[in-house]
């Protein structure tokens, strides 16, 4: 496992950009090794992945309602993440979290939050006018 932190959320207005980042340590790191991914979760509704990143694959996956609008990226150097969030919408609103899949290079399914053994402790996100 690692430690995650989050950083970079607060309040936009719709249309709005913001840009999160998460930053990974462990004692025994691996940079850019394993698969990352940020996910979101309202009161409302279950935790859903937003992006994923896999060193196994060539670029992000990203959740049907964000394509076009956010974009991941990775530092692997750093083992940091990103996540550049622009045309923000009020349903955008909710805490995200950066997350970690340590045992793993690639996922079938880098959406799904199973395989991922670290959380960082998330970010809250406000869209509104």
């Known amino acids: 496992q690692v430690q995650l932190v989050e950083s970079g959320g607060g309040s936009a207005q719709p249309g709005g950009s913001l840009r999160l980042s998460c930053s990974s340590i462990a004692d025994r790191d691996t940079p850019g090794r394993y698969c990352m991914a940020w996910f979101r979760q309202t009161p409302e509704n279950e935790r859903e992945g937003v992006a994923g990143?896999?060193?196994?694959?060539?670029?992000?996956v990203y959740a049907d309602s964000v394509k076009g609008r956010f974009t991941a990226s990775r530092d692997n150097a750093k083992n940091w993440i990103y996540l550049d969030m622009n045309s923000l919408k009020p349903e955008d609103t909710a805490m995200f979290y950066c997350?970690?899949?340590?045992?793993?290079?690639?996922?079938?399914?880098?959406?799904?939050?199973?395989?991922?053994?670290?959380w960082g402790q998330g970010t809250q996100v406000t869209v509104s006018s």
């Open positions: 997350a970690a899949a340590t045992d793993y290079y690639d996922l079938v399914t880098p959406l799904e939050s199973s395989r991922y053994n670290s």
């Open positions: 990143l896999c060193p196994g694959r060539s670029k992000p």
